[in-house]
């Protein structure tokens, strides 16, 4: 483990003659911490009182068209 975390290397795990799995260096994380989204939100450009009412009209659209599929699939 050394090796991979130091050293950048790979390690293939083989179970006869093929390789199942393979072990290497994590690389960091992209995105960004949900913990700071409140934050980041309160801080952005805010919504006009039309713009709020809009985006739930679309938000609930959505919704509805994802409840549409999921029923299609039962």
Do not use: H, N
């Not at 290397?9 to 989204?37: C, H």
């Amino acid at each position: 483990m050394s090796q991979v975390q130091y050293k950048g290397m790979v390690l293939d795990i083989v179970r006869g003659k093929r390789i199942v799995a393979r072990i290497s260096p994590a690389r960091q994380a992209d995105g960004f911490p949900i913990q700071q989204l409140d934050d980041l939100l309160g801080k952005g450009p805010q919504l006009s009182a039309a713009d709020k009412l809009l985006m739930a009209s679309d938000v609930r659209a959505v919704r509805e068209q994802l409840r549409t599929k999921a029923d299609l699939r039962t």
